[in-house]
């Protein structure tokens, strides 16, 4: 296996045993080769390959029977919740490039519908941003932001068009208490539809999720997060 040096090498064996999954190579309910195997395999060492199975499980791919070994589960799942923690680094540990596109970014005054819907106390000043992610100029997902204003100090020198999952809390080590997140699928309409390109018997995934900081658990922000149900070129068929 030729290894991309842009990228860690336990990403690159979890993708290549994925690929072998969905391509029916290793079929479902069929034990996976020995650890020592792998590693002889991928030419890579036990912390490697383990690293590359345990991402594999989290992911529902394989499984493990205690004391007997690691099996396949099923060659097409969900994806974990990691894209919706962050997008960017989902997409670009696959080796693949995401763009952005400032739809909008304002100040605003949180009214009783907002603070109804974000969780954020009505008369708050917050920092508003819009965003539409694309992948290789194809929008992917939409994103509403709601930076409580007590806060925009951290996005002073920011440019909204990086990841902002990254720059808060891999840069800023920003500390989260809590985090609430919910789910729905519903039929794709309005402007979230027009700009996400999505057909007319499209459905679309939406997500609300709401990250707390400190000892008093006050908001940082709310993020609500558009995108199609279905998002094959991320390299799943369905987005749940």
Same mark, same amino acid.
């Given at each position: 296996?030729?290894?991309?040096?842009?990228?860690?090498?336990?990403?690159?064996?979890?993708?290549?045993?994925?690929?072998?999954?969905?391509? #029916?190579?290793?079929?479902?309910?069929?034990?996976?080769?020995?650890?020592?195997? $792998? @590693?002889?395999?991928?030419?890579? #060492?036990?912390?490697?390959?383990?690293?590359?199975?345990?991402?594999?499980? +989290?992911?529902?791919? $394989?499984?493990?029977?205690?004391?007997?070994?690691?099996?396949?589960?099923?060659?097409?799942?969900?994806?974990?919740?990691?894209?919706?923690?962050?997008?960017?680094? &989902?997409?670009?540990?696959?080796?693949?490039?995401?763009?952005?596109?400032?739809? +909008?970014?304002?100040?605003?005054?949180?009214?009783?519908?907002?603070?109804?819907?974000?969780?954020?106390?009505?008369?708050?000043?917050?920092?508003?941003?819009?965003?539409?992610?694309? @992948?290789?100029?194809?929008?992917?997902?939409?994103?509403?932001?709601?930076?409580?204003?007590?806060?925009?100090?951290?996005?002073?020198? &920011?440019?909204?068009?990086? #990841?902002?999952?990254?720059?808060?809390?891999?840069?800023?080590?920003?500390?989260?208490?809590?985090?609430? @997140?919910?789910?729905?699928?519903?039929?794709?309409?309005?402007?979230?539809?027009?700009?996400?390109?999505?057909?007319?018997?499209?459905?679309?995934?939406?997500?609300?999720?709401?990250?707390?900081?400190?000892?008093?658990?006050?908001?940082?922000?709310? $993020?609500?997060?558009?995108?199609?149900?279905?998002?094959?070129?991320?390299?799943?068929?369905?987005?749940?």
């Amino acid at each position: 296996m030729q290894y991309n040096p842009s990228l860690p090498v336990y990403i690159q064996i979890k993708e290549d045993i994925i690929r072998k999954i969905r391509l #029916g190579i290793w079929k479902e309910n069929e034990k996976i080769p020995s650890e020592l195997k $792998l @590693m002889e395999e991928y030419h890579s #060492g036990r912390g490697t390959v383990r690293e590359a199975i345990k991402l594999i499980i +989290d992911e529902g791919y $394989l499984y493990i029977k205690k004391g007997i070994g690691t099996f396949v589960a099923q060659r097409e799942v969900g994806i974990s919740i990691e894209p919706f923690v962050s997008l960017t680094y &989902f997409i670009k540990m696959r080796g693949l490039n995401i763009s952005t596109k400032i739809l +909008d970014k304002k100040e605003i005054i949180i009214d009783a519908e907002l603070a109804e819907k974000t969780g954020i106390k009505e008369n708050t000043k917050c920092l508003f941003v819009k965003r539409l992610r694309m @992948m290789d100029g194809r929008p992917i997902g939409l994103e509403v932001f709601h930076f409580v204003y007590e806060e925009e100090n951290f996005f002073k020198d &920011f440019n909204f068009e990086n #990841g902002i999952s990254h720059y808060l809390f891999e840069e800023l080590k920003v500390s989260v208490t809590k985090m609430n @997140m919910d789910l729905e699928i519903v039929k794709a309409v309005g402007e979230e539809k027009e700009l996400l390109q999505l057909n007319d018997d499209s459905k679309m995934m939406i997500s609300n999720r709401v990250v707390y900081v400190n000892d008093k658990k006050d908001i940082l922000y709310h $993020l609500k997060f558009y995108c199609g149900e279905k998002l094959s070129k991320i390299g799943m068929d369905n987005f749940v």
